[in-house]
């Protein structure tokens, strides 16, 4: 495929909030919150389908250890290690330290603030990636909920001192519910932007989408996603445009859940014969092929890939401490490489619990 799904890494929503948990005894609650608590999962990345479905990869699992102490009814604490690796590799895809605070001054406003350091020890040049980021949300009148993140990573590679390349990202998330229907409007953006040397980057994305919860147990979400996208250096009009669903619901209680999502998505790409040297060292590589005034390439200067994903399966909770998925997904992609078709299916199993 010409392009890949960016996920937002100062997203709001992954900014590893402690929240409490109502279905245990207050008692238990307060003990968990004095002596801290320790989580530990294993498994395929089932939050995120394009992880799985991934064109050509093979099974990639990822392991995390989270400690997370609550210090006062205004201030948490968490501290998480992971690691991701694939099947058939020596070495583990990437690492990743992350330690976070949430701080709660007042009622309705919620601050989090996190340092992290991440790794790629399964490249031949591996990448250090070192970073911190904050978030702040806050309760509008209108029962609107409003919040602001900023994330900043610096990654720099071994092999080329000097090389180093700042990434900063911006979000902004409005949530309102319409009226005294049960539906909430989400508005997200997020901006890129990304720097070495002298050029730098700017990649927008914009999500607008419904969250509708016609029962207690069920919740559905429908939008419609645009984001940039960049393949190669100096080419950044590049543009993804998506149609998305995700659907959960409680069978059982809380002993049994669903979760299905679906996504048809349209890209757009530029495929163009650079000319000599374009795009090294942080040059800018021309938008017209060859750096002329025309198109002077047997190559499509544009194409499109079409792509269609669709992923389901059960959450089961066999303990109040541990709990398994399983996910069936499949997709089929029009143009994984120009004038060609593909599809794939996977099914996909983790396990989660605490100690």
Known sequence: MAGTVAVSAADPSKLDAVHADFLQPAQAQQAAAQNGTFSTSSGVVLS??????????????????????????????????????????????????RAASVYQPMDGVKITGNVHNDSNGASLAPT???????????????????????NR???HTDASPGSDMTTQAYDAQL??????????????GHLVETGAASATTKLPS???????????????????????YQDFPGIDHELNEALF??????????????HSYAEMMNTRSTVEIAEAGAGANGTAQPDVPQGGTSVASALPVS????????STGPSVKLQDDISASLQYSSSWDQNPTPGTTGGEQ??????????
Not at 132 to 141: D, I, K, M, Q, R
Not at 206 to 217: G, H, M, Y
Not at 250 to 258: E, F, N, P
């Open 48 to 97: 995120d389908p394009f992880t799985v479905l991934s064109s050509g990869s093979l099974w990639q699992d990822k392991e995390s250890v989270t400690y997370s102490r609550t210090i006062n009814e205004r201030l948490s604490l968490n501290c998480t290690s992971s690691s991701v690796s694939e099947d058939g590799l020596p070495d583990q895809l990437g690492t990743g330290v």
């Open 128 to 150: 250090t990636t070192d970073g911190a980021g904050y978030s702040v949300e806050t309760h509008l009148p209108l029962d609107a909920v409003f919040t602001a993140a900023v």
């Open 153 to 155: 990573d610096v990654s």
């Open 175 to 188: 949530q309102k519910p319409l009226g005294k229907l049960p539906v909430n409007l989400l508005l997200k």
């Open 206 to 228: 914009f999500e607008q989408s419904l969250v509708w919860k016609p029962a207690a147990d069920t919740t559905l979400q429908a939008g419609l996603r645009q984001q940039q």
């Open 245 to 258: 669903a995700d659907w959960s619901q409680k069978l059982v209680d809380d002993k049994l859940s669903w």
């Open 303 to 310: 194409t499109t890939d079409e792509k269609l994903t669709f």
């Open 346 to 355: 996977r099914i996909s199993v983790s396990l989660k619990g605490s100690f």
